[in-house]
């Protein structure tokens, strides 16, 4: 299992954008910003290996929610780990994954997968899109008090959108490609694993005497939690060699034989990461130095141990608030503005 001490764990980062997965980059940087409003061709994407330059000319019209996706899943990245010494930062601080950014992350790999996913799913759902749509395969049988009605989002279709070009480049017969194919899949289970029915009510002045009813996704942070409970859980693998006729083909089996085995819906890793203390180009870690700390804290948010021992620095900081707000019938509020001083711990 992972450990979490005073280092932390993400699953096996190590290398930089060399090998960066392009579907990743795809209309992150600030080149590719309007691809959401401006025709796509394909062939002017750097990088795509065939199957996706493929899928990219075959589904043209949903790749805006493809690279949404990846926006969507970069940004809970940075929530999620916003407290931690590597806290999914990427160039300059922008969404862009240009340059050196941690790679190889089983954390990074599943909430971009799932936030691909997840975007397509909801772009078809919203009728914008001639080849997708709302799911009608899946109503069952009404229940009591309500019928199946609206639009049940087909999670099986952003799905496969995510797993044919998220995992087009996963596939070596190497012990990296099956982790990211693991990790990937878990993101997508994740989001089939949070689906659940959506009512509005009908009936006289509100009432829910019936109620109609679809399958939904939640909200991406529901997601974001979720993984990040896989995460802080992730089983430890190792890696095994055997011939196969196409050569010799890498898996993974899990370290230790007293803890459960992971099920596709867990993370796993086999390498552990840097500290992540100090700037390193070849991982691509920022460090941790200038962070803001919590000075109260004993956990790794905590001055004593994002900062890796080096101590922190204390600046006060004076910020304008509203205060002393009066609600006036009716109906507008109106506050003061109040000069408030704060103290900011930095890390040295």
Not at 294 to 299: D, F, P, R
Request: proline share 4%; glycine share 8%.
């Amino acid at each position: 299992m992972a450990s979490f001490g005073y280092f932390l764990f993400l699953c096996g980062l190590s290398q930089a954008l060399s090998s960066y997965p392009i579907w990743w980059s795809l209309a992150i940087g600030h080149q590719y910003s309007s691809l959401g409003t401006q025709p796509i061709l394909c062939g002017s994407i750097p990088g795509l290996v065939p199957k996706q330059l493929r899928f990219c000319r075959n589904y043209v019209e949903i790749m805006p929610s493809v690279a949404e996706g990846v926006k969507i899943g970069i940004r809970e990245c940075q929530h999620q780990f916003r407290g931690r010494r590597w806290n999914c930062t990427t160039v300059n601080d922008s969404l862009a994954i240009f340059g050196p950014v941690l790679d190889k992350g089983c954390f990074v790999h599943a909430i971009a997968s799932a936030g691909v996913a997840f975007a397509v799913t909801r772009f078809c759902a919203e009728g914008s899109a001639t080849i997708c749509g709302c799911d009608t395969r899946h109503k069952g049988s009404p229940g009591e008090g309500w019928k199946w009605g609206g639009c049940s989002e087909d999670v099986e279709f952003g799905s496969m959108v995510s797993r044919e070009f998220a995992d087009a480049r996963e596939n070596r017969p190497d012990a990296r490609s099956a982790m990211n194919r693991h990790n990937n899949e878990a993101g997508r289970t994740a989001i089939i694993e949070l689906m659940h029915l959506k009512c509005k009510c009908h009936g006289l002045s509100g009432s829910c005497e019936v109620k109609t009813c679809w399958w939904s996704q939640p909200d991406f942070r529901v997601i974001g939690d979720y993984l990040k409970d896989k995460y802080d859980s992730a089983s430890e693998m190792v890696v095994e060699k055997h011939r196969e006729s196409r050569g010799w083909v890498e898996t993974l089996r899990p370290k230790y034989n007293f803890f459960k085995a992971p099920t596709e819906k867990d993370l796993v890793y086999y390498e552990n990461s840097p500290n992540f203390c100090e700037p390193n180009p070849e991982t691509g870690s920022f460090g941790t130095r200038d962070r803001i700390c919590n000075v109260t804290s004993h956990g790794i948010d905590g001055c004593d141990l994002l900062c890796c021992g080096r101590g922190h620095n204390t600046r006060t900081e004076k910020r304008k608030e509203k205060c002393h707000c009066i609600f006036h019938w009716c109906c507008y509020v109106r506050c003061q503005e109040c000069i408030r001083v704060y103290d900011v711990h930095t890390c040295k």
